[in-house]
């Protein structure tokens, strides 16, 4: 039974490319929510979604950044056009309907350089 | 907006000995959520507290859900070298969605072997 699965777990771009990171959650989690980690820091909340529904992106940048969690299919964060502050660890994280906590994944270390 | 402080922010301590920490905060959380983070990996949920006044154990770890419920504590007892990680504390929101979790900025602890 996987758990929370997220790729790439290190990903380098260069500044004003994309990146797209990928989350399958855990067989049986309809939620998904992505998290910002900077280092030496607690996490930020960024999105969380169900399937096909953005339910909140409080915490998304206006520019730059969007996710889905399509029908079918991982759950997909990009950025567009990074810059080097965007460099930060990216946790996916999955919860069933009934909330009990999150199951985090192993997260994506995004280097911008 | 709401904030959840840890102390201490780092502790050293000696294999065998008992740790404790806590969280504290100016709004009410009703849930408190205990996890611990490895270095390269994404948070593992430790405990998870519903009740005010609610003490729960996992193995060695004890958390406890403070009365007023603007606080929690977690103790760790017998301390082994694998205890060795960064703890954070986390409650959900209080504005608008609830699965949006804050998070302390962590308790890092280290373990003389």
């Known amino acids: 039974n996987a758990g929370v699965m997220q790729n790439p777990r290190h990903l380098v771009r260069r500044r004003g490319q994309e990146a797209r990171l990928r989350c399958s959650p855990m067989?049986?989690?309809?939620?998904v929510y992505w998290y910002r980690q900077l280092p030496e820091e607690g996490l930020k909340f960024m999105v969380y979604?169900?399937?096909?529904?953005?339910?909140?992106e409080s915490g998304m940048p206006k520019e730059r950044f969007s996710a889905e969690f399509p029908k079918e299919g991982p759950s997909i964060l990009r950025i567009q056009q990074v810059v080097r502050g965007d460099s930060a660890a990216y946790f996916c994280?999955?919860?069933?309907?009934?909330?009990?906590?999150?199951?985090f994944g192993s997260g994506t270390r995004l280097t911008v350089v | 907006g709401q904030q959840l402080n840890q102390s201490p922010q780092s502790m050293f301590i000696q294999e065998g000995e008992d740790v404790s920490m806590n969280c504290t905060s100016s709004?009410?959380?009703?849930?408190w959520l205990w996890y611990k983070q490895d270095p390269g990996e994404g948070p593992v949920l430790l405990i998870a507290?519903?009740?005010a006044g609610e003490l729960t154990s996992n193995g060695r770890l004890t958390a406890q859900f403070g009365i007023t419920r603007k606080d929690s504590f977690l103790n760790i007892s017998a301390s082994i070298p694998s205890d060795v990680g960064i703890y954070f504390c986390?409650?959900?929101?209080?504005?608008?969605?609830?699965?949006?979790?804050?998070w302390g900025l962590g308790t890092s602890l280290g373990v003389n072997p």
């Open positions: 994280a999955s919860s069933p309907l009934v909330f009990y906590g999150y199951t």
């Open positions: 067989k049986g989690h309809s939620h």
């Open positions: 979604l169900q399937k096909e529904n953005i339910i909140d």
């Open positions: 709004s009410i959380f009703n849930t």
């Open positions: 507290l519903y009740k």
């Open positions: 986390a409650g959900p929101s209080n504005a608008g969605n609830n699965r949006k979790l804050i």
